[in-house]
Each structure stands twice: as structure tokens, then as C-alpha cells.
DNA sequence: ATGCCTGCAAACGTTTTGCACATAG
DNA sequence: CTATGTGCAAAACGTTTGCAGGCAT
């Protein structure tokens, strides 16, 4: 259910993107001495069309059909994760996944009805968060801020 | 590993606080026809005694050599939650769980070295998400906001 | 040719469910 | 007394791992 995502960065048209990404992630494996196989390609490919938060169900759902396994899927998320490609977010029921590259960082607004996931640009907040972080020697890695209520069409 | 907690509200005694709470779950339960059982009563007392965010394994550890099963445990969790005294937090490793009632909203700091948790309270971060919230028509429940990295002793 | 990658099935750890008995109200 | 709660064992669930064969480099 989880829509409205805008995921390219204004400088950059879809197609672009979608290369820049991928050049990303081959790059990123080629370091690790990982390999760019076609199954990998095809995830991340997913990953770019999907216009929602997908899960790894929504993923093997999509996949499965042309052959790709259970396994694969999850491995993948995982090397996207520790490539800093995809992060990992939870929705109301399971874990959800999304690309971070060229986006800038934002929370997340989960509706809790539909389960409808807008997203927040709050620099502000950021910025007292580290304000606070570095005040009481705390070294922040990465946040999670996820705000569960019902969105304005459900409200009703 | 997780600790530091004040679990008091200033205002009242731990005793007369334990007894506040309690009072609440009997009278949630109650208004849902459910019943206060011993066990119930028990995984409420050990939940108020912790000093730190139990797991429901820290729990039925605990609570498993007087008699009670794994099944309780989850199923009362489940209630407590149900009630909002008790709030799920992610940790490091599995979910935990903390009492909400009485005490002021706060956010977490998790040290992904050494499982520590931080509190902290910042209302001026509140503020900014309702005044967001309201401007584009969502109403927010509830929310998590969790930041992961390294405490002070870890930063080293 | 090598060594990483894949898919399957089985293992795993956590959470839920079905059931017969126990107990709070 | 009756409906809800309990504990056990088994099932369900999401995720990980071991392995034999496949493929990128």
C-alpha cells in the first residue's frame, strides 16, 4: 500500500538516475571482490521502478516468476545495506526497503490504516539532534524516526 | 546491557508509583472484561522493578523458574501494549520493552557497541513534528525515534 | 580455472495457535 | 458457574545456513 515516493533527485532525469545507481553498486561490489550477476542487477532494478517502500515479500513476489530464490533476495538486501545503497525501514507490519542514494535524508510518516508512507524533510531537527549528540558525547551512526498515525485522507 | 532509566515520575514515590500503575492495568483490564491474574500482576511487577528495557526472553527468564510459560509472556506483552503501558523499542538486537505510564515522552540513544540506552526528552523536537503534522492533516499516535551509534565510553 | 553466487531444502530463532485444564470474577 | 487465562506442544513465520552445481571474472 505504501506510496508516493519521489525518488530522483532533481538534478538528475530517471534514466540517469537509474544509471548512476547501478554504476554505484557495481562499483561498490567490485571493491568488495563481489560480482555484478544478473540476479543482483535485476533486484536493484526492482528496487529503482518500485514507486513504494517494497518488502522482501514484495521483491520475491516480483521475482520469483524469472527464477530468483528466496535466499538471493535477502542476500542482496543485505549487500545493498552494507553498500549504504538501501536502508531498511519498518513499515506497520514487516520490514520495508528504500533506496538512499542521491536522496537526500528524511523520516517517514507511516499511516497506520492504509499504511501509506510519506515522507518528512526536517534539517531543523537534524540539527538539534546533533547539537544534543555531540553536547553529551554521544557519537550518532545512523537514526530512525518514524512517526505512526493516520494520514489525511484516513483521518476522515 | 541496556540501562539507565529513571522510571519515576518526580512527583511520586517508587512505591506509591508501582501501585499507581497497577491500579491502571487492573482497571484497563477490567473495562475489557479481561481478568488481573497473578501472572499478569507478576510480568507487570518485574517489568516496573527492571532498570533497564526488558525483552520478553528477560522476562521469561526471570519469571520462568516461578512457573510461568513463554506463551504469558507474549500474550501479556501484548496487552500492555494494547493498554499503552508498555511501549516496544527496537534495540540493538531484539525488541524491548518499556513502561510508558507516568513518565515524560523520550526518545532513545542506542550504542550499538555496548547495547546502552540513553533517554532523552525534547520537547522542542515534539513541537516542530505536531506543528508538521498538522500542516499537512496527519495525525500522529504515536511515534519512534531512534538514533544508533556510540556512547560516550564506547566513542574511545 | 577459481572462487563467488545461486537455489533448494533444512535449520534456526521468534512468535502464534490449538487444546485441555485451571482460575478469576 | 462460566468465560477468560494458562501451559504445553506443535505450527507458523521470517530469516539464515549448508551444500552441490553454476557462472562472472
Redesign the pocket.
Known amino acids: 500500500m505504501p506510496r508516493e515516493l519521489v525518488y530522483f533527485s532533481p538534478a538528475l532525469s530517471p534514466r540517469d538516475y537509474r544509471k548512476r545507481v547501478s554504476d554505484i553498486f557495481?562499483r561498490e561490489?567490485?571493491r568488495q571482490?563481489?560480482?555484478?550477476?544478473?540476479?543482483?542487477r535485476r533486484i536493484l532494478a526492482e528496487l529503482m521502478k518500485a514507486e513504494r517502500h517494497l518488502?522482501?515479500?514484495d521483491l520475491y513476489r516480483a521475482l520469483?516468476p524469472s527464477?530468483?530464490?528466496?535466499?538471493?533476495?535477502?542476500?542482496?538486501?543485505?549487500?545493498l545495506k552494507a553498500c549504504h545503497l538501501v536502508e531498511q525501514v519498518s513499515g506497520t507490519d514487516?520490514?520495508r526497503f528504500e533506496l538512499r542514494w542521491e536522496r537526500p535524508h528524511h523520516d517517514h510518516l507511516v499511516c497506520v490504516s492504509c499504511g501509506r508512507i510519506q515522507e518528512v524533510r526536517w534539517p531543523k531537527l537534524e540539527q538539534i539532534q546533533e547539537r544534543t549528540c555531540r553536547k553529551i558525547g554521544f557519537i550518532p551512526q545512523w537514526h530512525r524516526h518514524e512517526i505512526f498515525g493516520l494520514c489525511s485522507g484516513c483521518a476522515r
Chains 1, 2 share one sequence.
Not at 571482490?33 to 543482483?40: A, D, I, M, W, Y
Not at 530468483?68 to 549487500?79: D, W, Y
Open positions: 557495481s561490489l567490485a571482490g563481489l560480482r555484478f550477476t544478473s540476479q543482483r518488502s522482501e515479500e520469483a527464477g530468483i530464490g528466496r535466499t538471493t533476495v535477502f542476500r542482496t538486501l543485505k549487500v514487516r520490514p
